[in-house]
């Protein structure tokens, strides 16, 4: 019979005993799975569907009571930043709307002058109260004046909740196994008349990336002529939601600004050449008058 020394022992003890924990925690977990049935999270993503036209007839209440039209907050002349959130979300929703909110404070863009910004939550049974709540604090974090103005939160009942989110590919689940919505994180830029024109994935939204896409939905109505010439060096990737640097065109760009510079000095050198020549040959008029030539 083969000897086990009592190390031996203790670690085939701790084995047996570890292998009997799996076995249990396995049949476990197994067993409330079938108790619960499985959660279907299968919707639970974003489809990008750009170019897409939001519901504006669709019906929500923002954070005062009030009745309104989704199409009461594209005035034809400014982009739209859309989240699609719920209020009571444990963790998921809290870090779109820190990262938005700190990659709108990144921008030269003010909300309320610039743009709007609409955060829209897609559980219908929350309240303009909870929504009143969440606006005044991120308002009051945001901190640029008007910003109260045009950031708007909004609840509203299933069918116009799943109407825009249909439009704009957003899909959710409830899962009851956890209580909680399953869902996908990222924001939508809207043009001034409501159709989609940039995703922006995950959960971070840097401010370059936010005032690109702003730039981009604005159909070039909001900022400086230097601001247009920097999207030229951009390009937007719509398989990760951002903006990538695109270094042929910005070798384009800079072999332009040289040969520019060039022209310029070559320019610069032909001048000064003449003018000297121009200036020796009036020296020479001047010494053959003082001979009495």
Same mark, same amino acid.
């Given at each position: 019979?083969?000897?086990?020394?009592?190390?031996?022992?203790?670690?085939?003890?701790?084995?047996?005993?570890?292998?009997?924990?799996?076995?249990?925690?396995?049949?476990?977990?197994?067993?409330?799975?079938?108790?619960?049935?499985?959660?279907?999270?299968?919707?639970?993503?974003? %489809?990008?569907r750009l170019d897409a036209q939001v519901p504006l007839d669709a019906?929500?209440?923002?954070?005062?009571?009030?009745?309104?039209?989704?199409?009461?907050?594209?005035?034809?002349?400014?982009?739209?930043?859309?989240?699609?959130?719920?209020?009571?979300?444990?963790?998921?929703?809290?870090?779109?709307?820190?990262?938005?909110?700190?990659?709108?404070?990144?921008?030269?863009?003010?909300?309320?002058?610039?743009?709007?910004?609409?955060?829209?939550?897609?559980?219908?049974?929350?309240?303009?109260?909870?929504?009143?709540?969440?606006?005044?604090?991120?308002?009051?974090?945001?901190?640029? %004046?008007?910003?109260?103005?045009?950031?708007?939160?909004?609840?509203?009942?299933?069918?116009?909740?799943?109407?825009?989110?249909?439009?704009?590919?957003?899909?959710?689940?409830?899962?009851?196994?956890?209580?909680?919505?399953?869902?996908?994180?990222?924001?939508?830029?809207?043009?001034?008349?409501?159709?989609?024109?940039?995703?922006?994935?995950?959960? %971070?939204?840097?401010?370059?990336?936010?005032?690109?896409?702003?730039?981009?939905?604005? %159909?070039?109505?909001?900022?400086?002529?230097?601001?247009?010439?920097?999207?030229?060096?951009?390009?937007?990737?719509?398989?990760?939601?951002?903006?990538?640097?695109?270094?042929?065109?910005?070798l384009q760009v800079a072999g332009v600004a040289t040969v520019l510079?060039?022209?310029?000095?070559?320019?610069?050198?032909?001048?000064?050449?003449?003018?000297?020549?121009?200036?020796?040959?009036?020296?020479?008029?001047?010494?053959?008058?003082?001979?009495?030539?």
């Amino acid at each position: 019979m083969k000897q086990y020394g009592s190390s031996g022992l203790s670690k085939l003890t701790l084995a047996n005993i570890a292998a009997g924990l799996c076995v249990l925690l396995v049949g476990a977990s197994a067993a409330y799975a079938q108790a619960v049935g499985p959660a279907d999270i299968s919707r639970a993503g974003i %489809e990008q569907r750009l170019d897409a036209q939001v519901p504006l007839d669709a019906v929500f209440v923002d954070d005062i009571g009030r009745k309104v039209r989704l199409g009461d907050y594209f005035d034809g002349e400014k982009p739209v930043v859309l989240s699609l959130v719920y209020f009571t979300c444990p963790m998921l929703c809290g870090e779109v709307l820190n990262s938005m909110l700190e990659g709108l404070q990144q921008t030269p863009y003010d909300i309320g002058k610039d743009f709007t910004a609409l955060t829209v939550s897609f559980d219908p049974r929350e309240t303009p109260a909870l929504a009143a709540e969440k606006k005044r604090n991120y308002v009051q974090v945001y901190g640029r %004046e008007g910003a109260a103005d045009g950031w708007h939160f909004l609840t509203g009942e299933k069918e116009d909740i799943d109407r825009l989110c249909e439009a704009v590919g957003f899909g959710y689940e409830w899962d009851e196994a956890t209580d909680q919505y399953a869902h996908a994180a990222g924001i939508m830029i809207l043009t001034p008349d409501g159709r989609v024109s940039r995703y922006l994935l995950g959960i %971070e939204y840097p401010g370059r990336d936010i005032r690109l896409a702003l730039l981009d939905a604005s %159909e070039r109505k909001i900022g400086s002529a230097v601001e247009q010439l920097f999207l030229l060096c951009y390009s937007y990737d719509p398989t990760t939601g951002t903006y990538t640097l695109l270094v042929y065109r910005l070798l384009q760009v800079a072999g332009v600004a040289t040969v520019l510079l060039i022209g310029g000095v070559v320019g610069l050198l032909l001048w000064f050449e003449r003018w000297q020549r121009r200036r020796a040959a009036a020296a020479a008029a001047d010494t053959a008058t003082d001979q009495g030539v």
